[in-house]
Structures are given as structure tokens and as C-alpha cells.
């Protein structure tokens, strides 16, 4: 929940507020929207690596009911075609970085250091989307960090460009 871009949207539009824990003193907090400092794919919460979000409160527009089911089906559609469904994942793992004005898909960077289909232990980068870690069933989160650490080091060899981690890493 940090102002993600998916499909023209951020989920931070429909943020009233959010109540967050922190993992170190136990404490839970609420936070107003503006208290969350969203940004593109930014936040308080990805500051902080303490605060972990509890809860959210959502407030959303109302639209026409036939509208929103071809929007959803569209969506969901895109995502069977293009991400590894069949797989539990964290989602894309890499922010797709931006170079001189122009956004480059980390999963192509990815795809063209060879890496497309290379497996750790359980996990592996999807040959699907392969900006996707999946868990083929038990993965260690050593594995998934050992294949986030070889993708970040191959694109930086390979093309000059420092890959930033999507997701976020708790208690790492």
C-alpha cells in the first residue's frame, strides 16, 4: 500500500487512513493520509521499515455497476496472460527503474541477463514475467533472496542500472 501504480491507479487515492504497527515497540499508531507521505511507489511505511500496516480505511467512487465488471475482467485477464498466476508470489519484485525520462521494464532487464527461469532451492524467477520470484512449494526466503541478489548483480553488470526492491522485506 504505497501509492502502487496498477493499471492507471493507486490505491493510495482511495486511503482516508491506515493504522500501522511498530514491530519494535509494539505500538500502533493511526496515520491520516497525508500523514502517510504517499508517492509513486513511496511512503512513510516504505521509510520506516518498523511501521507494518494493520489496517486501512478506503473510501471509493462510485460508479456504473457494468463499468466496473468489464474493468475487473480486463484486469484480471491482462494478469492470466502476462503474470505467473499459477504460483504463489510477492508480485513483482523490482521497481521498473527510470532512465534519462523513459521507464524500463525490470522484468525485460531481467529476461535479457538469461536469468528467465532460474531456480533456488524452491523459488524461482518466473520464465512467464520475470520481474516474478515464484514459490514452486516450500521456497526458503534464503532462495528468493539469493535470486534478488544474482538478478540485482546481473543487470548491474550486464546494463549499469541498480535494480530497486518492489516488495517490501520485513525482518530482513
Do not use: W
Not at 504497527?21 to 518498523?50: D, M
Not at 503474470?83 to 527503474?97: E, Q
Not at 525490470?106 to 514475467?129: N, R, T
Amino acid at each position: 500500500m504505497h501509492g502502487v501504480l496498477s493499471f492507471g491507479a493507486k490505491i493510495s487515492d482511495a486511503v482516508r487512513g491506515v493504522e500501522a504497527i511498530n514491530i519494535k515497540t509494539l505500538e500502533a499508531k493511526n496515520f491520516t493520509k497525508e500523514q502517510c507521505q504517499f508517492s509513486l511507489k513511496n511512503s512513510i511505511f516504505k521509510k520506516n521499515k518498523n511501521l507494518v500496516i494493520t489496517s486501512a480505511v478506503l473510501e471509493f467512487r462510485k460508479k456504473d455497476t457494468s463499468e466496473i465488471k468489464d474493468k475487473i475482467k480486463e484486469f484480471l485477464e491482462y494478469r492470466k496472460i502476462r503474470h505467473p498466476i499459477n504460483f504463489p508470489s510477492a508480485g513483482s519484485t523490482f521497481v521498473n527503474p527510470e532512465i534519462k525520462g523513459k521507464t524500463l521494464p525490470a522484468g525485460v532487464l531481467i529476461a535479457k541477463c538469461g536469468l528467465a527461469g532460474k531456480q533456488m532451492g524452491k523459488a524461482k524467477i518466473s520464465e512467464k514475467h520475470t520481474n516474478f520470484i515464484i514459490n514452486l512449494g516450500g521456497a526458503k526466503s534464503e532462495d528468493v533472496l539469493a535470486l534478488m541478489d544474482l538478478a540485482r548483480k546481473k543487470v548491474k553488470k550486464t546494463f549499469g542500472i541498480n535494480l530497486k526492491t518492489e516488495v517490501q522485506l520485513v525482518g530482513f
